[in-house]
């Protein structure tokens, strides 16, 4: 029997999982996925939880179901690569495995900043993005929102409460000398121009200091806040630290080209907690879970595996709202109604698959 087991239901582990099973499994083997969540989140869509825009129910989707597939509901708290073993929920029976893909996601980075930890909401967890809602949406007329950091999910996060609450009084805290620095000149002027058109106030050159409970300090000066919302960095999932193989500088795992451990061939890393030349997306999670589920199939089928061609990414869009975004499509800037259009046509079509 080989036994594979599948850390997280993100975006790279699904595709994985979705792989496998298109491509017919063979009798002897079985495929565990351990996920927190009875459901693969839509972490992508997290910013319209967190606005109160989008109903829960739209941003998960129910697991495969197959004679041969294990689902186990639990919080993963360790991984025994040297065993080859996992713990869940701290419970003394672990988990056995021949493969093993490790698709934890990510988390929060605070840098260190005093308060962000304990006095900010996060998008990173469906269930941190739903608290966040709930803060948002009871928040009074007129409250005040900060949100820290100006990349694609701040940006998302500042445009889609201000859509739903027009009353609150929005800011957004960039570290740059403009929002969205991964992003073409023209893109970041057409967003900066949507925030000043909605009345969000864009904070440029912005170094928080600390965050209080009703407040932010940033370069000396105080701001009164109802809600402060961390959008300004990330990190790879905890679990990942406690791995005895080699990381990059942001403390992802080095894999070789088939998204294998060099040192631990059977043991496989995909989506943010790869080390990886492009920037971390579910796009590219995406990418690598397709080759990995391509690799183990062959590894399944005692095949010697064909290596995996270079990944090409087709570009990344993001939403103003629901009915304005920007983007890269093809390496050309695009902003208006096309790009968002593009992005809930990838949703719908993600969903459907
Ligand atoms: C607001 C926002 C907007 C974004 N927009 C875009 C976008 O437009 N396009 C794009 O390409 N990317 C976007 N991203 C980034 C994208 O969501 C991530 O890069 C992608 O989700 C990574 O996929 P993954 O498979 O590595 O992990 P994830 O999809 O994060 O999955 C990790 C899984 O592991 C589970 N898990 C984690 N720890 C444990 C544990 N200890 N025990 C049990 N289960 C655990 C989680 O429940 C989750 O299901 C956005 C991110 C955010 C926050």
């Not at 402060?228 to 500088?249: F, M, S």
């Not at 391509?294 to 990344?316: F, Q, W």
Request: charged fraction near 25%; aromatic fraction near 8%; proline fraction near 4%.
């Amino acid at each position: 029997m080989k036994r594979i087991v599948l850390l997280g239901g993100g975006y790279g582990c699904m595709k994985i999982l979705t792989t496998l099973i298109d491509n017919q499994l063979p009798t002897d083997t079985h495929i565990t996925l351990i996920d927190r969540n009875p459901y693969h989140s839509l972490k992508t869509e997290f910013y319209a939880i967190a606005a109160g825009t989008s109903a829960d129910k739209d941003v998960r989707q129910v697991f495969p179901i197959h004679e041969q597939v294990d689902l186990v509901y639990g919080e993963i708290t360790a991984i025994y690569t040297e065993q080859n073993r996992i713990e869940i929920d701290h419970s003394e029976e672990l988990i056995p495995y021949d493969y093993l893909v490790i698709g934890l996601g990510c988390e929060d980075n605070y840098h260190g900043i005093d308060g962000a930890k304990q006095f900010t909401q996060s998008v990173q967890t469906i269930s941190k993005a739903r608290q966040a809602g709930h803060t948002i949406n009871e928040l009074k007329a007129y409250g005040k929102v900060a949100i820290v950091g100006a990349g694609l999910s701040g940006i998302e996060v500042a445009s889609e409460i201000r859509e739903s609450r027009p009353d609150l009084n929005v800011r957004l805290l960039d570290r740059g000398a403009s929002v969205l620095s991964a992003f073409d000149e023209k893109v970041q002027q057409y967003v900066e121009d949507w925030f000043h058109k909605n009345d969000v106030e864009i904070l440029h050159h912005s170094n928080v200091e600390y965050v209080e409970k009703d407040g932010v300090c940033n370069n000396g000066e105080c701001f009164i806040n109802d809600v402060t919302i961390w959008t300004a960095g990330v990190k790879p999932n905890h679990l990942i630290q406690t791995l005895p193989y080699e990381k990059d500088r942001q403390g992802k795992v080095i894999v070789n080209d088939y998204c294998q451990i060099p040192s631990q061939e059977n043991v496989f890393v995909v989506g943010d907690c790869a080390s990886s030349s492009f920037s971390p997306s579910a796009q590219l999670a995406g990418k690598q879970g397709e080759q990995i589920g391509e690799v183990l199939t062959s590894i399944v089928y005692n095949i010697e595996p064909r290596k995996p061609k270079p990944i090409k990414l087709k570009g990344s869009l993001g939403s103003l709202g629901k009915s304005d975004g920007f983007g890269n499509m093809y390496k050309q800037p695009v902003t208006g109604l096309l790009p968002r259009l593009a992005k809930s046509g990838v949703l719908w079509l993600s969903k459907r698959h």
